[in-house]
């Protein structure tokens, strides 16, 4: 099995900043392209920004120059930091990874149960 486990959301005030951070633990041989998604209610997930294993990385036109996608392969981490946050941006973020089990042949995707994110003064 394969677990990934948010952690740094809270409340901040408008134009603050928050680190986000994913740790991905288990049975597997790597983790492709990791990325971040949010959720607020009455809409759909949207993808905020992702980074390939080779570092490569895409961000939301709404992430763009705000958020820094970035991992640590070595330790099987991810992490988001976010500056300049808007009210807007307050949603549930979501950890995202396509990861190779051990023993399997084709990677899978898997994702975090989330962490709120609240930006309101």
């Known amino acids: 099995q394969v677990h990934l486990v948010e952690s740094g959301g809270g409340l901040v005030q408008p134009g603050g900043s928050l680190r986000l951070s994913c740790g991905a633990s288990?049975?597997?041989?790597?983790?492709?392209?990791m990325a971040w998604y949010r959720h607020t209610p009455g809409k759909e997930r949207d993808f905020v920004a992702g980074?390939?294993?080779?570092?490569?990385?895409t961000y939301a036109d709404a992430a763009k120059g705000r958020f820094t996608v970035s991992r640590d392969n070595a330790k099987n981490t991810l992490h988001l930091q976010m500056s300049s946050l808007k009210p807007e941006d307050t949603a549930v973020y979501y950890c995202?990874?396509?990861?190779?089990?051990?023993?399997?042949?084709?990677?899978?995707?898997?994702w975090g149960q989330g962490t709120q994110v609240t930006v309101s003064s």
């Open positions: 980074v390939t294993d080779g570092g490569s990385t």
């Open positions: 288990g049975s597997f041989s790597s983790i492709g392209f």
């Open positions: 995202y990874a396509i990861v190779k089990r051990i023993g399997i042949l084709t990677p899978s995707p898997y």
